[in-house]
């Protein structure tokens, strides 16, 4: 296999038996602000690719489509090549985070309805917040493929929120990505992940994701570990 991309958390590699195919390999690796903060724990690949997975194959059950193929081994998915849309979907139920700092307002207030955000993705410039115009206006992308976005990314929200609901945890907010497929097609790729979801405990309110190695609470992979039971267990009940 040809290493084509190396990421924060993530390596691809171009499956050389099929051109519309690529491979990525899950790394053990946590980076946060911007990967400023860098950290890890065993297995983290594994577990996250796991997640993916579940996430995935449970999407597709509700019709929903994404560039998963099949698992290759506990650290490896076979997928889909996609050109990607330069553009981080993120979707809000409660306030957190970047969006309770920005209105000086406190973490967990519910939302009157879901928020779509897009943030442009570009390291260099700390992937900056754009809207439906600037998208437009600069080409990131259509205006047919953005609504597609707006409406995938809330269905995504809507099945998340009844899953994770079944493992009594709340959905405060995730981060998507989207791409084409070679018949134009918008398909959500990359990873659903607690590197990428904000989850809290609906009992404790204890944060079960990434924000545990952000604000130095400890437990990352307890946390990680505890979530992916959870999940597990809502999934074999459900499917």
């Not at 946590?30 to 690719?49: H, R, Y």
């Not at 579940?54 to 090549?81: I, M, N, P």
């Not at 979907?89 to 967990?108: D, H, I, Q, T, W």
Request: net charge negative; with cysteine; aromatic share 10%.
């Amino acid at each position: 296999m040809k290493l084509i991309y190396e990421g924060k958390a993530k390596k691809l590699f171009l499956d050389e038996k099929d051109p519309d195919t690529l491979i990525i390999y899950y790394k053990d690796d946590l980076t946060a602000f911007n990967a400023q903060k860098k950290g890890q724990f065993e297995n983290k690949g594994s577990i996250n690719c796991r997640f993916t997975q579940l996430f995935f194959k449970y999407l597709e059950s509700q019709g929903l489509r994404t560039h998963l193929k099949e698992a290759l081994s506990d650290r490896e998915l076979r997928v889909e090549k996609l050109t990607i849309i330069p553009l981080e979907v993120v979707v809000r139920n409660r306030l957190a985070g970047s969006l309770a700092k920005k209105f000086n307002r406190p973490e967990g207030e519910i939302l009157q309805q879901s928020l779509v955000e897009f943030y442009y993705k570009d390291d260099a410039l700390g992937d900056p917040f754009v809207s439906e115009d600037q998208i437009i206006a600069l080409s990131l992308t259509d205006f047919h493929h953005f609504s597609e976005l707006k409406h995938q990314a809330l269905l995504i929200n809507q099945a998340l929120i009844k899953l994770f609901d079944q493992c009594q945890l709340d959905l405060v907010d995730f981060k998507i990505e989207f791409g084409l497929n070679s018949r134009g097609e918008v398909v959500l790729g990359d990873e659903i992940t607690p590197d990428s979801c904000r989850l809290w405990d609906q009992v404790s309110k204890e944060k079960m994701d990434k924000d545990r190695f952000r604000r130095d609470l400890g437990g990352v992979k307890e946390a990680y570990e505890e979530v992916l039971n959870r999940v597990t267990k809502a999934l074999k009940e459900a499917l």
